[in-house]
């Protein structure tokens, strides 16, 4: 059997990645995981900068309160100050995102989809909002619209490494296993230092009766971390694999 993959993205399969709201960039997205909620960008609660279309200090000071709630850790207080923010400009493209960000925090994934779905549907260019949707579906074990989100969200942003290795996870869980190959390999390929990626390709290539690519990625893994209790699993596993050739 596989070894069981410990490492910070572990928690990705079940609960999805809490995404770091506000302006998208490649310098934000792309810093090193802070978490093990976040594989590929910053942890971070909502975003005071607005990507939507705030008309009026009360909206965008409601909203602000919110974010400040968000970050003392009252997700309660946050989205009671999210919906005021929403009702004040149903148009707030960020607050309804923030909103429906907090409600995922909250264990209420299927009411956040309404909320995502409304950001969207004020301003569907942005990355973030298709993410954050199907990191809901997948909280709801949806996997067949969190891959189609994580599609949308990978069409705005395709640089994004952390998109196409959600994307993978969802892919697996969904039974396309060549698909998640596949997917994991492409955030290999966009995110070449981060140790989880061929940890994880290593497993579903283990899944698809593959061996030798499995102990090629596992390897690939070993070249970037060399040490701790599960370097020393996969060098076991590595040797288990060799052996059985």
Not at 9 to 34: D, F, I
Not at 133 to 162: I, M, N, T
Not at 182 to 200: T, V
Request: glycine share 8%; with cysteine; hydrophobic share 40%.
């Amino acid at each position: 059997m596989p070894i069981a993959i410990v490492c910070v993205v572990a928690l990705v399969l079940t609960a999805g990645v809490a995404v770091q709201l506000g302006t998208s960039s490649a310098s934000a997205t792309q810093s090193k995981p802070a978490s093990a909620e976040t594989p590929g960008r910053r942890q971070s609660g909502p975003s005071s900068q607005f990507a939507g279309t705030a008309k009026g200090p009360n909206s965008m000071d409601l909203s602000r309160s919110g974010v400040a709630a968000y970050a003392k850790g009252d997700v309660a207080g946050s989205i009671e100050q999210f919906k005021d923010a929403v009702e004040a400009d149903p148009k707030n493209a960020q607050a309804l995102n923030n909103l429906g960000q907090a409600l995922v925090r909250a264990g209420r994934a299927r009411e956040a989809i309404t909320y995502f779905d409304q950001a969207i549907a004020v301003t569907g260019t942005v990355w973030t909002y298709h993410f954050n949707r199907a990191k809901a579906y997948g909280e709801l074990q949806d996997w067949s619209r969190a891959v189609g989100g994580y599609r949308e969200a990978a069409g705005l942003f395709p640089q994004d490494y952390a998109t196409a290795f959600n994307l993978a996870r969802a892919l697996q869980a969904s039974g396309d296993l060549n698909g998640a190959i596949d997917e994991f390999q492409r955030a290999i390929n966009l995110g070449p230092g981060e140790p989880d990626f061929p940890l994880a390709l290593a497993y579903a290539l283990e899944s698809a009766r593959r061996p030798g690519d499995a102990v090629s990625a596992y390897r690939r893994f070993l070249e970037l971390q060399d040490s701790g209790p599960t370097a020393e699993k996969v060098r076991q596993r590595i040797q288990e694999l060799e052996s059985n050739r």
